[in-house]
């Protein structure tokens, strides 16, 4: 069965320096969303995407974020300057095109610690 | 503004034993969609169900059920003969209903379901 990639699984890094996490989506999904979740507490809505633009993001989504689909696989989640507090796991995700809401599929995540 | 309240955060049952987890919703909208996911120890997001809010009839998926009642706004979840297997966090999530374009989904806190052997 298809599934949502995304690496690395888990990723250290200090304070202020930037970080890329990596998703590749189903191949026919055309919908692509990047969720986090800080440890145990409830996932959270970032960010989706379509057509090579964001259709809608959350507060917590601000300039430090970026999404990029580079090509035709890949879709990326920056963080500018990294805080203590991006440290979550982040899920990509991806649905269908076809019809309406589409259950969306998940990626097993990358654990973001910040040191 | 739409919200999801799981109030349970954690149960424990013994293997064999039915139980349910509750979900509550709220949302201004006429049509939405309710969703289950689970998240076993390992970490992944597992889709369980969807239900669009115009369909009330329950569903049954082999040991699981779930029930939507539009008029107190819940949709639970029930595991019938519970087993190990099953330990996991389970989470409610909400989508209004777009008509096109990608949707948002609005999830609960989660409720943490333990089988013990």
């Known amino acids: 069965e298809p599934e949502v990639t995304q690496t690395p699984s888990h990723q250290v890094t200090q304070m202020g320096q930037e970080v890329i996490l990596r998703c590749v989506p189903i191949s026919n999904h055309l919908y692509f969303y990047w969720y986090r979740q800080i440890l145990g507490q409830k996932v959270e809505f970032l960010v989706s995407f379509y057509n090579n633009e964001i259709s809608e993001k959350s507060e917590i989504f601000d300039d430090q974020f970026s999404v990029e689909r580079p090509d035709g696989s890949n879709f990326t989640l920056k963080i500018r300057s990294t805080k203590l507090e991006d440290s979550a796991m982040y899920f990509c995700?991806?649905?269908?095109?076809?019809?309406?809401?589409?259950?969306?599929?998940f990626g097993d995540g990358t654990r973001l610690s910040i040191l | 503004a739409q919200k999801v309240t799981q109030a349970q955060t954690e149960i424990s049952v013994v293997e064999k034993e039915d139980v349910t987890l509750d979900c509550v919703y709220e949302?201004?909208?006429?049509?939405?969609?309710l969703f289950w996911y689970k998240q076993p120890p390992s970490g992944e997001l597992v889709f369980l169900i969807r239900?669009?809010?115009?369909?009330?009839q329950n569903e049954i998926s082999g040991r699981y059920s779930w029930n939507f009642q539009k008029s107190t706004s819940s949709f639970n979840f029930t595991i019938t003969a519970s087993q190990v297997v099953d330990s996991a966090v389970y989470f409610c999530?909400?989508?209004?209903?777009?008509?096109?374009?990608?949707?948002?989904?609005?999830f609960g806190q989660g409720t943490r379901l333990t089988i013990n052997p």
């Open positions: 239900r669009n809010s115009f369909d009330e």
């Open positions: 999530a909400l989508s209004r209903d777009y008509i096109q374009g990608a949707q948002k989904l609005v």
């Open positions: 949302t201004r909208d006429t049509t939405y969609y």
């Open positions: 995700a991806s649905s269908e095109p076809t019809g309406t809401n589409q259950p969306q599929h």
